[in-house]
């Protein structure tokens, strides 16, 4: 059932949104790293944590069915992953995940949840499939008070050069008159466990 939802979810020839690759899921369940919510007996969402790399916590899938999306779902099996994770795991163990820079609602609900937005993957899964690689900060590590600079969300040529010079990260995706932008300030490492792109 898992499955079915990852196709109906991530349909193939969308850049922006990427199918879980054969036997990924599959072994997520049989390692209990796939979470599920059931509505009726059907599963309507599904959280994928690749624990599998050592040292590593990979937010690898989070899927809601259609019909079902713009409830809270997604936000909820998020925060009841990270409510279950012990605080000592939180600012130690380096959690990531990715997703296109153009799921500006993916972005903004990872951002919401402490994550920053740390590298820019290019052509991650081919040719324009671009990824922005995400890593949760620290818990409860402040934010440095520097501004933060403005860019659009449709600017990532600037977006990618700005993270790539590991000068910067994306804090937060803030709505103006102009349309989304990426509010990025300042990266400092010690507000991240040490890690690598995903």
């Known amino acids: 059932m898992v499955r079915e939802l990852d196709n109906l979810v991530f349909p ?35 959280l994928h944590t690749d624990r599998s790399r050592p040292n590593m916590i990979f937010v690898s899938g989070i899927a809601v069915r259609p019909d079902v999306q713009g409830l809270g779902l997604g936000t909820m099996m998020i925060d009841h992953f990270l409510d279950s994770l012990p605080a000592s795991i939180r600012g130690s163990v380096p959690i990531t995940t990715i997703t296109s820079p153009r799921n500006l609602a993916m972005l903004r609900l990872l951002f919401a949840r402490g994550f920053a937005g740390r590298w820019f993957l290019t052509d991650y899964f081919g040719p324009g499939r671009d990824r922005v690689g995400c890593q949760l900060r620290g818990h409860g590590t402040p934010w440095p008070a520097a501004t933060g600079i403005q860019v659009p969300a449709s600017a990532l040529d600037t977006v990618m050069r700005l993270l790539a010079e590991h000068r910067h990260v994306i804090r937060s995706l803030v709505q103006t008159v102009t349309g989304p932008m990426f509010e990025l300030v300042p990266g400092h490492g010690e507000q991240f466990p040490a890690s690598g792109p995903p």
């Open 12 to 46: 193939a020839d969308d850049r922006d949104r990427q199918r879980a690759g054969p036997g990924e899921l599959e072994d997520g369940v049989m390692a209990g790293d796939v979470h599920v919510l059931e509505r009726l007996g059907e599963v309507v969402a599904y």
